[in-house]
């Protein structure tokens, strides 16, 4: 009995040291096991854009990257994410929020966050195509059927035409329109700045409203306000591509192709995240999400992918009127708000 005893006691030993060594085991692997993976809460990216952008990255873009990163990684990702005018998302990103990645409607705000040392100063130059990430044209939508006979920009002038804007202060949609106006009235004048100065006084004389947003501006239009509305082309591709377009588009013979900035507030990425965020932004100039982007309504910055939008007569971009800070000091300040709206007593 004595014997028995003590060979049971022996195989209890045994079996306790065997168990202790495969838990030990097991939880040496556990964080690369299958089931671990699965049950790890999914890492965040934080992104923050113009207000144009959201139904293209929360519906498009990221969960394309989602549906790739777990099948190369098996990690779930989730997205959180803001989308207001751009110069909103600059002063937000300045006051401390916790965005990871940025898009905004133009490259001043970037320049405004690099001068408050958010984000080191021309770091998203050193990005793909400059750091911009798509573009589109500004277009005119005005009432179906084109009551008021409006087929470029010099018709929004005519006396009785009410016209829906965007707010420079807080919109980068805005700041594009002006400039957009200003240089197409300066476009092959033999006097460009007197020409631009007298289209962009006209079209102002006849602002009825302003929204904080060029997506807020759209709502009022919507709503009743006005016989046009100076926008976002991709605005206009994405509703009309669901059906939902109650309003026709002018293409000016002249209008700025407008470039979207992409800026990484590194401050705000820590060593486990950046990674991901790494990932993520590579992603967004990948053909993939490019791709994405043109079937939301935006023009690729890979000319290729640009198939099927309107043709423009005479496009040019921001570099064609000396970049943002000198349109920024030279049309924006130093015409539209000294002169025009003091003209206008605005």
Same mark, same amino acid.
């Given at each position: 009995?004595?014997?028995?005893?003590?060979?049971?006691?022996?195989?209890?030993?045994?079996?306790?040291?065997?168990?202790?060594?495969?838990?030990?085991?097991?939880?040496?692997?556990?964080?690369?096991?299958?089931?671990?993976?699965?049950?790890?809460?999914?890492?965040?990216?934080?992104?923050?854009?113009?207000?144009? /952008?959201?139904?293209? @990255?929360?519906?498009? &873009?990221?969960?394309?990257?989602?549906?790739?990163?777990? $099948? +190369? %990684?098996?990690? *779930?990702?989730?997205?959180?994410?803001?989308?207001?005018?751009?110069?909103?998302?600059?002063?937000?990103?300045?006051?401390?929020?916790?965005?990871?990645?940025?898009?905004?409607?133009?490259?001043?705000?970037?320049?405004?966050?690099?001068?408050?040392?958010?984000?080191?100063?021309?770091?998203?130059?050193?990005?793909?195509?400059?750091?911009?990430?798509?573009?589109?044209?500004?277009?005119?939508?005005?009432?179906?059927?084109?009551?008021?006979?409006?087929?470029?920009?010099?018709?929004?002038?005519?006396?009785?035409?009410?016209?829906?804007?965007?707010?420079?202060?807080?919109?980068?949609?805005?700041?594009?329109?002006?400039?957009?106006?200003?240089?197409?009235?300066?476009?092959?004048?033999?006097?460009?700045?007197?020409?631009?100065?007298? /289209?962009?006084?006209? @079209?102002?004389?006849? &602002?009825?409203?302003?929204?904080?947003?060029?997506?807020? $501006? +759209? %709502?009022?239009? *919507?709503?009743?306000?006005?016989?046009?509305?100076?926008?976002?082309?991709?605005?206009?591709?994405?509703?009309?591509?669901?059906?939902?377009?109650?309003?026709?588009?002018?293409?000016?013979?002249?209008?700025?192709?407008?470039?979207?900035?992409?800026?990484?507030?590194?401050?705000?990425?820590?060593?486990?995240?950046?990674?991901?965020?790494?990932?993520?932004?590579?992603?967004?100039?990948?053909?993939?999400?490019?791709?994405?982007?043109?079937?939301?309504?935006?023009?690729?910055?890979?000319?290729?992918?640009?198939?099927?939008?309107?043709?423009?007569?005479?496009?040019?971009?921001?570099?064609?009127?000396?970049?943002?800070?000198?349109?920024?000091?030279?049309?924006?300040?130093?015409?539209?708000?000294?002169?025009?709206?003091?003209?206008?007593?605005?």
């Amino acid at each position: 009995m004595l014997i028995q005893r003590r060979i049971l006691i022996r195989r209890l030993r045994a079996f306790l040291m065997t168990a202790a060594g495969l838990l030990l085991f097991g939880y040496s692997v556990w964080p690369w096991t299958p089931f671990a993976r699965a049950a790890r809460p999914p890492r965040t990216i934080v992104f923050y854009g113009f207000s144009i /952008l959201g139904e293209a @990255i929360d519906h498009g &873009v990221f969960p394309e990257f989602q549906r790739q990163w777990r $099948a +190369r %990684t098996g990690e *779930e990702v989730e997205l959180v994410s803001s989308f207001a005018g751009s110069g909103t998302v600059t002063n937000q990103l300045i006051l401390g929020v916790p965005a990871h990645l940025a898009l905004l409607s133009l490259e001043l705000d970037a320049q405004k966050l690099a001068e408050a040392r958010v984000i080191a100063k021309d770091s998203w130059r050193r990005l793909p195509s400059g750091g911009v990430v798509n573009r589109t044209p500004f277009i005119i939508l005005v009432r179906p059927g084109n009551p008021k006979a409006i087929h470029d920009f010099a018709d929004l002038t005519r006396s009785g035409v009410e016209i829906v804007h965007p707010d420079p202060l807080t919109s980068g949609g805005a700041n594009w329109a002006i400039v957009a106006e200003y240089g197409a009235g300066a476009r092959g004048s033999v006097d460009p700045v007197r020409a631009g100065r007298d /289209l962009l006084a006209g @079209i102002w004389r006849n &602002v009825v409203a302003q929204a904080a947003s060029a997506r807020a $501006a +759209r %709502t009022q239009f *919507e709503n009743g306000f006005g016989d046009a509305l100076i926008t976002y082309e991709q605005e206009a591709l994405w509703d009309r591509s669901r059906g939902k377009l109650k309003a026709e588009v002018v293409y000016p013979r002249s209008t700025i192709l407008s470039e979207h900035t992409l800026v990484r507030v590194d401050r705000n990425v820590s060593p486990k995240e950046r990674d991901l965020v790494d990932a993520f932004e590579r992603f967004l100039w990948s053909e993939d999400a490019q791709k994405i982007f043109v079937r939301y309504g935006f023009r690729s910055v890979q000319e290729p992918l640009n198939t099927g939008f309107a043709r423009i007569e005479d496009p040019f971009r921001i570099s064609d009127l000396g970049g943002w800070r000198r349109a920024k000091k030279e049309i924006v300040d130093g015409i539209w708000k000294r002169q025009v709206l003091a003209e206008l007593k605005r």
